[in-house]
């Protein structure tokens, strides 16, 4: 009759029949599972890298320009009589961050990514090639100047801290959710400027870094002329004596980690 | 949120990175899903993108469409979720709906909350064509 319908099946045809049923028959596998790019498996070797020589890691992440580095030159003038410290420095272009680390006579190794805004876990890998980190307590990896992207590459740190600058919005926190929730510690940077700029409320971005679900603490630094950093070290050394086990909140994660 | 890729410099032809490494991470796991039933191809895959998880639908599907050329999922669609972002207070216990911004409990106004969805990146589903035994030969 027809050669469509199926109903014309014969021994020299069935195979090309059963091959048609088979093309519409479908099966759907159920699955539940998180997907883990490729760099959350380069960043759980990084962080075994640290905990197997006792370093904390820190990643820095803001804005450009919020003042990561002349912070990170401030901690390191305050610090390094008591504690090794190393930096690894993101940028685009040029070594001018690492360059001013090492004046500080501290090891810094300068990734320059070209084109892409944020540091993953493999850049971090291959930095640590050039980074011996015995005998080091403390390494800061100050990430490339973004307030998106960063946030979604762990890159083995323990703790993330996140730079809003006295110069930027104080709704900051509410526009880029994902980075401010990923933050152990938010830092009001350049903080001595808040005399002079009356646009921004410290208890606003409070507020909206409240909003965000934590309990992450948001302290003042001064990194310049009067350096005022008693709150930051107070952290440092708070979590240079804390166990490391804690990593921070990452993206696939936040369903089952509890506020730190 | 959205990424447009003109206001955006990281995004190259409306495909992010971070998009394309998801994406690679779930050809990856569909492939293995595939041959553990000896799927010759995939027809539909769905995920789930939470509001919270850094990942961009729209740059997501796009990436997947780069990412899929000459894998077992290159005619595949994907399908894409949303859901709602849904939070629990460690204060009163209570479970209510949140936004990406204003994670507060919606019952006590508390701030101590854990996300119970709407972070994640979760593969939900593969339909595959799975091979059928030929049929006994008829007489």
Redesign the interface.
């Known amino acids: 009759m027809c050669d469509t319908c199926g109903c014309t099946?014969?021994?020299g045809n069935?195979?090309l029949?059963?091959?048609d049923?088979?093309?519409r028959?479908?099966?759907?596998?159920?699955?539940?599972?998180?997907?883990?790019?490729?760099?959350d498996r380069v960043a759980e070797h990084n962080r075994a890298h640290f905990d197997e020589h006792g370093v904390l890691a820190i990643n820095l992440m803001s804005s450009p320009g919020a003042g990561k580095t002349t912070l990170l030159e401030a901690t390191i003038q305050a610090l390094s009589g008591r504690y090794r410290i190393a930096v690894i420095e993101g940028d685009l272009e040029t070594d001018n961050d690492a360059a001013r680390i090492r004046a500080q006579g501290v090891p810094a190794v300068q990734i320059t990514t070209g084109?892409?805004?944020?540091l993953d876990a493999h850049l971090v890998h291959r930095a640590l090639h050039d980074l011996p980190l015995a005998g080091l307590d403390l390494l800061f990896i100050e990430n490339v100047g973004n307030l998106?992207?960063p946030?979604?590459?762990d890159l083995g740190q323990h703790r993330n801290v996140v730079l809003l600058c006295a110069t930027e919005g104080d709704d900051k926190?509410?526009?880029y959710?994902?980075m401010f929730?990923a933050a152990d510690l938010v830092i009001l940077s350049k903080a001595d400027l808040l005399g002079v700029l009356e646009d921004f409320d410290p208890a606003r971005a409070e507020a909206?870094l409240?909003?965000?679900?934590?309990?992450t603490p948001i302290i003042r630094t001064a990194a310049r002329r009067a350096p005022a950093l008693a709150a930051w070290l107070a952290w440092l050394e708070q979590q240079l004596s804390a166990p490391r086990a804690l990593a921070p909140l990452r993206?696939?994660e936040?369903?089952v980690n509890?506020?730190v | 949120m959205a990424?447009a890729s003109d206001q955006?410099?990281?995004v190259r032809r409306g495909v992010?990175?971070?998009e394309l490494?998801?994406c690679?991470?779930?050809i990856d796991?569909v492939a293995k899903?595939a041959a553990s039933?000896d799927?010759r191809t995939v027809?539909r895959i769905t995920l789930e993108v939470g509001p919270?998880?850094?990942?961009e639908p729209e740059l997501l599907a796009r990436a997947f469409e780069v990412a899929r050329t000459g894998t077992c999922a290159a005619e595949a669609e994907l399908s894409i979720a949303v859901p709602d972002i849904v939070?629990r207070c460690?204060d009163c216990d209570a479970t209510s709906p949140?936004q990406?911004?204003?994670?507060?409990c919606a019952s006590c106004g508390g701030?101590?909350?854990?996300?119970?969805?709407g972070?994640?990146?979760?593969?939900?589903?593969?339909?595959?064509?799975?091979?059928?035994a030929?049929?006994a030969?008829?007489?």
């Open positions: 099946i014969t021994a069935a195979h029949a059963g091959a049923r088979a093309a028959t479908g099966t759907t596998v159920e699955v539940l599972k998180d997907l883990l790019a490729a760099n084109t892409a805004c944020h998106v992207c946030a979604s590459f926190p509410a526009k959710p994902v929730r909206a409240r909003a965000l679900g934590r309990d993206p696939l936040r369903g509890t506020s | 990424f955006v410099p990281c992010r990175v971070h490494s998801i690679q991470a779930l796991e899903i039933v799927a027809g919270l998880s850094g990942v939070v460690s949140a990406v911004n204003r994670l507060l701030y101590r909350t854990r996300v119970l969805e972070d994640g990146l979760k593969l939900r589903a593969v339909e595959l064509d799975v091979p059928e030929p049929p030969a008829l007489h």
